[in-house]
């Protein structure tokens, strides 16, 4: 889909998302007064607040045994002013925080009204997708989320192996046909699937649903800007190309990744500063956010927010929503070019490859090193001024960081990450040139 094609339905779309504005949605009570913007279901007229909430990210403590643990107290408080605020989509599965977000989602959702918000679960059988272990999976999630329907269902990931994969993991082992049926007896409302992997692969599930074999009721796909034409077209393929194939079957989308992991929120300091010259009263992510809603087929952009603070500027974002016009989707595109020359690892710290059987902090080292890059304070060549001082930053702040017993060195190259990542990243390659950075770094062998 071209600028062009954009903006002529853009147009109509926000003829209609102002309306939607205007529609209560499951009796919240913030959305009588206005405040948050809704988008119709196609499919079956449900009002989905525009911002939805990922259950990915949810603030962990630790326990007496030193364990990391949801803090249910502020899942709880969160919750109730999302709820409050109009926010009524909430997004999870059973392998999210290495299996503890359905029961926190479970606990803190079911002490409101079920009819005023929608959860989104997912059939997350990766290891063992046997019917037997795929069944029990499902059943333990609505005791998980204490509820007797899911409003979304989804196929988790099935883009990584295509067409082959999903028939092994949902088709013959007679899944399609258990979910169809509990579709029928109104235990889920609406199935759909998420999606990560290359153009084939998705094309292979589009070609499904126009044959009738399989209808998908919603999608939930990878989209910023960033990755709307700059994803890697080998393992992960564009986002404008993904919303162009949905929206043309009238296929509703469900949007994961909008920041990137964070990484649109805390993006390097020379695209933060020209962001920051255009609207120097919005947050850097309100960008990426806006981006994404500026889409009329987009049903929910799901966000992942760890404390109150982003969800109050989410809420300033949503409440106050403006769509992006021509030259600010420009702006963003020459944005997202600047972006891709920066060295960083495409980690969005989903998590899902921990734990790593060897105890490395596959997400923590690379959050660490992209972090470095943002701020400017990555140590680059002999020659970079300041680059003493940047050395011995980098150096401390990683050991500060990552204990020693889980750094990069101890990677053995065991490959047991690569089938759980995403993103399709080559972990220990990514692991091993950081390891190989930081070894330069302390031997001041540095080009």
């Known amino acids: ?49 525009l911002i939805g909430f990922g259950c990915m990210r949810w603030p962990m403590v630790k326990n007496a045994e030193g364990k990391d643990v949801i803090d249910q107290e502020a899942v ?3 919750v109730d002013h999302a709820l409050a605020h109009g926010i009524n989509y909430y997004d999870t599965s059973p392998a999210y925080l290495q299996g503890q977000s359905e029961r926190a989602a479970g606990i803190a959702l079911s002490r409101h009204p079920r009819e005023s918000y929608y959860i989104a679960t997912k059939l997350s059988n990766f290891g063992d ?7 029990k999976m499902y059943e333990d999630s609505f005791a998980e989320m204490q509820t007797d329907y899911f409003d979304y269902y989804l196929l988790h990931s099935i883009g990584r192996g295509g067409d082959h994969a999903f028939r092994e993991r949902y ?30 692969a998705f094309d292979s599930f589009m070609k499904i649903h126009d044959s009738g074999e399989f209808t998908w009721d919603f999608c939930q796909i990878e989209m910023n800007y960033v990755d709307w034409k700059h994803a890697d077209g080998v393992r ?13 079957r009238h296929i ?41 809603g500026s889409y009329p087929d987009v049903m929910c952009i799901l966000s992942g927010m760890t404390n109150m603070d982003p969800l109050l500027d989410n809420l300033q974002t949503f409440e106050h929503f403006k769509s992006l016009n021509e030259e600010e989707l420009d702006f963003l595109e020459r944005m997202a070019t600047q972006m891709k020359e920066y060295p960083m690892v495409n980690c969005t710290n989903c998590k899902y490859c921990m734990p790593c059987p060897w105890g490395i902090d596959i997400p923590g080292i690379f959050k660490h090193y992209n972090e470095s890059i943002t701020a400017g304070s990555y140590a680059q060549s002999k020659e970079q001024k300041d680059y003493q001082k940047l050395k011995k930053a980098y150096i401390s702040s990683y050991d500060k960081a990552i204990p020693t017993v889980r750094q990069a060195s101890h990677c053995i190259g065991c490959g047991q990450c690569l089938m759980h990542c995403p993103q399709s990243i080559d972990i220990p390659s990514e692991l091993h040139r950081i390891d190989s950075y930081v070894e330069r770094l302390k031997q001041d062998s540095l080009g």
């Open 76 to 78: 709880n408080e969160m």
């Open 129 to 135: 997708h046997s019917m037997e272990a795929s069944i």
């Open 236 to 248: 992960n393929v564009n986002a404008d190309y993904l919303y162009a194939e949905l929206s043309k």
């Open 252 to 292: 509703p989308m469900v949007i994961m990744e909008p920041l990137l992991g964070g990484r649109l929120a805390n993006v390097p300091a020379a695209i933060s500063r020209q962001m920051k010259e255009r609207e120097p009263d919005q947050s850097i992510a309100s960008w990426a956010f806006r981006f994404c």
């Open 171 to 200: 088709v013959k082992n007679g899944m399609m046909e258990f979910l169809l049926k509990e579709k029928e007896k109104g235990r889920i409302r609406n199935l759909g699937f998420s999606f990560h992997g290359a153009k084939e």
């Open 1 to 49: 889909m071209d600028r062009r094609d954009f903006l002529k339905i853009s147009a109509a779309g926000a003829a209609s998302l102002g309306a939607a504005a205007c529609v209560s949605p499951k009796n919240s009570s913030a959305a009588e007064e206005g405040k948050m913007i809704y988008r119709t279901n196609p499919v079956n007229g449900d009002k989905v607040s």
